[in-house]
Nanobody
Framework: QVHLVESGGGLVQTGGSLGLSCTAS????????MAWFRQAPGKEREFVAGISRTTNDRYYADSVKGRFIISRDNAKGTVNLQMNSLKSEDTAVYYC???????????????????WGQGTQVTVSS
């Protein structure tokens, strides 16, 4: 059974940094596009960042571009999200996800993803 487990969430002040990590098990990891989504209270789950199977292509939501960095280590089966210059509006539960059929066109669509982690809370306080 596939498992995606996120870690690294927590409380941070505005302007601070936080790193999230997601470890996959029972997944042919390098065959999947990986992404991070987030969901704030009362809002829909939204795309944050995605990365192709080979790490050559990375995609970001406009709201995080220039502040967040997504990376992956296929040997370890991990995908990471480094978040810098955090703002209060970044407060949300962050989810790791895997898409076998991911493409640059579809990877922003949460309905395309095959597997999800349980989420990790990120709270940015002013």
């Amino acid at each position: 059974q596939v498992h995606l487990v996120e870690s690294g969430g927590g409380l941070v002040q505005t302007g601070g940094s936080l790193g999230l990590s997601c470890t996959a098990s029972e997944l042919d990891f390098d065959r999947y596009w990986m992404a991070w989504f987030r969901q704030a209270p009362g809002k829909e789950r939204e795309f944050v960042a995605g990365i192709s199977r080979t790490t050559n292509d990375r995609y970001y939501a406009d709201s995080v571009k220039g502040r967040f960095i997504i990376s992956r280590d296929n040997a370890k089966g991990t995908v990471n999200l480094q978040m810098n210059s955090l703002k209060s509006e970044d407060t949300a539960v962050y989810y790791c996800s895997a898409d076998f059929n991911g493409t640059p066109v579809t990877m922003r669509d949460r309905n395309q993803y095959d597997f999800w982690g349980q989420g990790t809370q990120v709270t940015v306080s002013s």
